[in-house]
């Protein structure tokens, strides 16, 4: 299940919060671990606030035999019990992980096989050439970063890079390369992704770029720092990628051509994969 889409604002304002107040475990609960957040330790207003807008961005999810509207931030889920806002009075979270499967945490051991072959070291050293172009010593932030694949042939700023997935089993399969370690990762996917950092160089490569929902796209110009770049490969139109096979699935994604304008950008092709590159606007 996904969000809706937010107002960069609203979203800085949540994961604000979300930092600074106090989350309580549920002890009652020991079979369903969350935690929660107390309405009387918070300020009215911002509780309130948070309340209506897990409300009007969050999306319906049943539990047992009841509904709820439920927020995806980060690695958590946040939801609250749907009676009135003057009768709310806490919040609840808990890790995403929990009941939550990616198709890629069932291929994440066999995922690079997938890519062992001549046509793809070919893609990889072109890739990694479309990178190096891009201010690699600053702030570092890497949608899809998957097993490490594409990481581990880069060289950056080690203390200032972030990858983020949605999938558990690729991020294992990351932090089990000896020349990944201590590099930070996050379990989440784009439209879930807060941060209050700004970065120099946004990227996601093989078909990563793909997944995320294109109104999304428009957060780019938000966390990027004056004079910043992207680049974002989508898969070409008509191919039908390797690990969609392999996993015996079909996920949705889109295309290069439904990017937005929020940029002025460049598109080129590695493959099959479509690439388009741009500054913050």
């Known amino acids: 299940m996904d969000n809706r889409f937010m107002p960069y604002g609203d979203w800085q304002f949540i994961g604000s919060l979300i930092e600074k107040s106090r989350w309580i475990f549920a002890k009652t609960m020991p079979k369903f671990p969350h935690y929660y957040m107390l309405r009387k330790e918070s300020r009215d207003h911002e509780f309130v606030r948070f309340v209506k807008l897990i409300r009007q961005y969050g999306y319906r999810y049943k539990f047992g035999k009841v509904w709820y509207v439920q927020l995806n931030v980060g690695g958590w889920y946040y939801w609250t019990m749907g009676a009135p806002i003057e009768a709310t009075i806490l919040v609840n979270r808990k890790e995403r992980r929990l009941g939550i499967d990616s ?4 291929i994440a051991d066999e995922y690079e096989s997938c890519f062992a072959d001549d046509i793809s070291k070919d893609e990889d050293i072109q890739t990694a050439d479309f990178i190096s172009r891009h201010n690699l010593t600053g702030r ?7 097993s490490g694949m594409v990481t581990r042939n880069l060289i950056f700023n080690r203390e200032k890079y972030l990858g983020i997935d949605p999938s558990w089993g690729m991020l294992e399969r990351f932090k089990a390369h000896d020349e990944l370690n201590g590099l930070a990762v996050e379990h989440t996917d784009f439209e879930s992704f807060f941060t209050k950092e700004k970065y120099n160089f946004i990227f996601a490569t093989y078909g990563a770029a793909s997944y995320v929902r294109p109104e999304f ?3 780019l110009n938000s966390i990027l720092e004056p004079g910043g770049t992207f680049l974002l490969m989508f898969y070409g139109d008509g191919y039908i990628p390797a ?13 290069a051509g439904e990017f937005p304008d929020i940029a002025d950008t460049r598109v080129s092709v590695i493959g099959n994969y479509k690439v388009i590159e741009g500054v913050r606007r």
Not at 243 to 255: D, E, K, P, R, S
């Open 103 to 106: 198709p890629y945490d069932d």
């Open 140 to 146: 570092t932030l890497e949608i899809g970063c998957g």
């Open 217 to 219: 796209w428009g957060r």
């Open 243 to 255: 690990t969609h096979i392999f996993a015996n699935v079909g996920m949705l994604h889109y295309t």
